[in-house]
Each structure stands twice: as structure tokens, then as C-alpha cells.
């Protein structure tokens, strides 16, 4: 399979976007046609398309695949270590508060009482382990990663035609004022009245 026939990724269209906001900077292309050049990079499937979108901007390079086995083991193996931190973090956190509580008042009592916080952290665990299973049989770390993906690129457009259209407004000639008349000096011809 060809370069310009692969499926390009996140990343690559990004790159691209980056491409595009350069030359709007530097005056190459007008605001509708970066917009229309932006949306058509995040739309792409494949190389062949974003390569065609930057082909004539002078100094462009085409996107580089990234080495997609090692980022993709790297990110799925932190998307995973972070959403079992998410899961099980509340759970963490009321274990030590309710045994810390616990600690407290069998010190204060001078006697080791009964362990109660296991009612809370048991029930509680066996709840999470079985959320946790499921989770990670249905792909959840990686549906956490690819929702703050989406939620940023949306940020990040929304940023780029903010940028784009303030770009616009300065380069625009600022509205001239409104003509006065001056009518103390103009002469009007009475008109026979036909009637």
C-alpha cells in the first residue's frame, strides 16, 4: 500500500491545520479558503487528501505517518492506568477517610473497636472490580481518550476561526465616515408647477 492510500490520523490532520494557520498568517490564503481548507483537512481519510490541500503553499511538507504500533501501545496503556485512576479514585479516597476515622476514635477510646470501614470498602470494591472488568471489555479507556480528543479539536477550531476571523477584521479598511452635505451653498431652481 502507497503512503498517499493510508489512512492518516489525528495528528496528521493537526499538522496540516498548523500548515493552513501559517498561511493565513502570512497573507497566502484568504479567510474562506482557510476555513474551507480546515474543514476539509479534519474531514480527510487519507494522505493523499491532506497533501492536496497544502500542494501549492510554498515550503509545505507533506504529513509523516507517525509510527502508529509504538504511540498507540504508549497511549493505550496510559489511557488505561488513567481511567482505573479515575474509578477507582473515590473509592481510594473513602476507604482511607473512613479508616483514618476509624484510626482516630479507637485512639481516642484507648481499644482497637470492631474494623467497620470494611462495609464501606468491601461492598464498595466488589462493585468497582466488576465496573472495572466490564470497562475494560468495553474499550472505556479508550473512549475517554477519543472524547477529550473530540472535545479538543473542538476547542481547537473553535480557536483557530476566532483567530482567523479577528485576522480578518484587521486586515479590513476600517468603514470611511458619512458624507455630509453642505446645502448653504447650493441653489435650487424653482420648477414651473404643471398642474
Not at 81 to 87: D, T, Y
Not at 131 to 150: D, N, S
Not at 170 to 182: F, G, I
Request: proline share 6%; no cysteine; glycine share 8%.
Amino acid at each position: 500500500m502507497s503512503r498517499d492510500q493510508m489512512r492518516a490520523g489525528d495528528d496528521d490532520r493537526r499538522q496540516i491545520a498548523d500548515t493552513l494557520k501559517t498561511a493565513l498568517d502570512e497573507g497566502r490564503l484568504d479567510l474562506a479558503e482557510y476555513d474551507e481548507r480546515l474543514q476539509s483537512a479534519y474531514a480527510a481519510k487519507t494522505y493523499a487528501e491532506l497533501d492536496l490541500l497544502i500542494a501549492d503553499l510554498p515550503g509545505s511538507r507533506p504529513a509523516q505517518p507517525a509510527p502508529v504500533a509504538k504511540v498507540a501501545a504508549t497511549a493505550g496503556r496510559e489511557a488505561t492506568a488513567e481511567w482505573i485512576r479515575q474509578v477507582w479514585g473515590s473509592w481510594a479516597f473513602v476507604t482511607l477517610l473512613t479508616t483514618a476515622i476509624w484510626f482516630i476514635t479507637s485512639l481516642a477510646g484507648n481499644e482497637w473497636g470492631y474494623f467497620w470501614p470494611i462495609w464501606v470498602a468491601g461492598p464498595w470494591g466488589l462493585l468497582q472490580l466488576f465496573a472495572t472488568i466490564g470497562g475494560l471489555a468495553g474499550g472505556a479507556p479508550r473512549k475517554m481518550v477519543e472524547e477529550r480528543e473530540r472535545k479538543r479539536e473542538r476547542k481547537e477550531r473553535k480557536r483557530e476561526r476566532r483567530a482567523a476571523l479577528k485576522a480578518e477584521k484587521q486586515t479590513q479598511l476600517p468603514p470611511s465616515p458619512p458624507q455630509k452635505w453642505d446645502m448653504s451653498d447650493s441653489k435650487v431652481a424653482d420648477t414651473p408647477d404643471h398642474g
